[in-house]
């Protein structure tokens, strides 16, 4: 497990799932979480703006029986391009649009990860991202620094990402790895419950986001 990302079976957020540049207090748990907590810089020809449409998150969890698939959406969010390099942007996730394998959102597996065992999504119906810093490797390869939000809950992540920049369009792709229990989901962690046996889940789990953004 990597302290810096790392998470379980069945969980998103996205973030989860990308950019921006504010977030609550690292380890701060705002029980007054809004449905919407970013503003976009509409009109600001540096900010373009994300194709929710065309943008997706797809995550992958895992326990002892195997993995677990599904698919989490942005409702909105922007990236800062200056000269052409991604400096910033915030991305938003609707934590009540989990789906699972098929898409489907209303299944056993799904309505749990909705409820309060991990997500609490009527409490907390939206998760962020907000960059930090942004690292270049080379031309398409990116370090992304940014505070990940959950459930009101913030800490700093760091995942690489690519980028490319073609006729007003900016496409990225990244991989986010998360420990669950830092967000306080932590229902059949080993971490937390003993003699789990074969019913523990995983404590990581993998984001695979697709960012497709516009002017």
Request: proline share 3%; net charge neutral.
């Amino acid at each position: 497990m990597k302290n810096k990302i790392s998470l379980s079976h069945l969980i998103l957020i996205i973030a989860p799932l990308f950019f921006g540049c504010n977030g609550p207090v690292k380890g701060e748990n705002n029980n007054n979480a809004s449905a919407s907590s970013i503003s976009l810089h509409v009109g600001d020809e540096k900010y373009f703006l994300i194709d929710t449409k065309e943008s997706v998150v797809a995550w992958t969890g895992s326990s002892v029986h195997g993995k677990q698939e599904g698919y989490a959406y942005i409702s909105k969010g922007e990236l800062l391009i200056e000269n052409g390099q991604l400096m910033g942007g915030t991305v938003e996730i609707e934590m009540k649009k989990i789906e699972g394998p098929g898409h489907s959102r209303d299944n056993n597996l799904i309505n749990h990860l909705k409820g309060p065992d991990f997500f609490d999504v009527k409490k907390f119906p939206v998760s962020t991202i907000a960059i930090s810093s942004v690292t270049s490797i080379n031309v398409e390869d990116k370090e992304i620094t940014g505070n990940l939000t959950i459930k009101g809950i913030t800490h700093p992540v760091t995942f690489p990402a690519k980028m490319e920049m073609k006729d007003g369009i900016v496409k990225a792709s990244g991989k986010l790895v998360i420990d669950r229990t830092l967000w306080d989901v932590r229902y059949k962690s080993g971490k937390f419950f003993d003699n789990l046996k074969d019913q523990a889940i995983s404590d990581s789990i993998e984001f695979h986001i697709k960012i497709v953004a516009k002017k």
